[in-house]
């Protein structure tokens, strides 16, 4: 049998209030395996976002996981000092938010956004960590990307930017993602199957992805 690569592990996520305690996710439990992907569907508000967020490490305050485990790799990483989480965030597990405009500083071109993150955590030269990038840009269908690395996230129509978010969680070829949108339409519904059909595509075998769509 295939050991699990994420597990979770009855996770209870709290939020302290002035009239008490809420609990926001209450008990959820799953496994992904090697090359698996799990979709979580359900109501707005029930606690989607909060897993993925609580998975990734990136839960904010003054949410808190107040029960349960999150394991990656067989290693608990829901205890993990914040630095420390940091470094697994950057190489084991990343995430593609559902906003590409709001999840892209404005201020700094893509390339910028996508070598910095490939110089933090390999080591590597600016000249090599922009090869990379590039590659990156070309692997998910950007035209030019030669030109349009240099270019800012306000230069790309909605579908090029959320192709960038992509390949910035790939930088490291993560072994987990964690993708997180909201479908609405059947416009929605078609960027979805692109946006899996790229993931499944670009990604190594045995990569599992958590996405949380409604």
Do not use: W
């Not at 990136?58 to 989480?85: K, S, T, V, Y």
């Not at 969680?169 to 078609?190: E, G, I, K, V, W």
């Amino acid at each position: 049998m295939t050991t699990p690569l994420l597990q979770v592990k009855n996770l209870r996520i709290e939020f302290p209030t002035r009239r008490g305690t809420l609990t926001a996710v209450d008990d959820i439990s799953f496994d992904i395996a090697p090359g698996e992907v799990l979709g979580v569907v359900g109501e707005s508000g029930a606690g989607k976002s909060l897993t993925g967020a609580a998975v990734i490490g990136l839960l904010e305050p003054p949410g808190r996981i107040a029960g349960g485990e999150i394991l990656l790799n067989g290693r608990r990483i829901d205890n993990l000092p914040f630095e420390e989480m940091r470094k697994v965030r950057g190489r084991e597990i990343g995430a593609i938010f559902q906003d590409p405009l709001t999840s892209l500083n404005p201020l700094y071109t893509v390339g910028r956004q996508i070598t910095e993150t490939i110089e933090t955590h390999l080591n590597v030269s600016k000249s090599e960590a922009r090869h990379r990038a590039i590659k990156l840009l070309m692997e998910v269908g950007i035209p030019a990307a030669e030109k349009r690395i240099d270019h800012y996230p306000h230069q790309f129509s909605g579908g090029m930017r959320q192709r960038i978010l992509i390949a910035a969680a790939l930088a490291m070829r993560r072994r987990t993602h964690h993708r997180t949108r909201r479908f609405h339409s059947s416009a929605d519904h078609h960027a979805a199957e692109k946006t899996l059909s790229r993931t499944r595509h670009l990604d190594h075998a045995g990569h599992p992805r958590y996405g949380r769509d409604r």
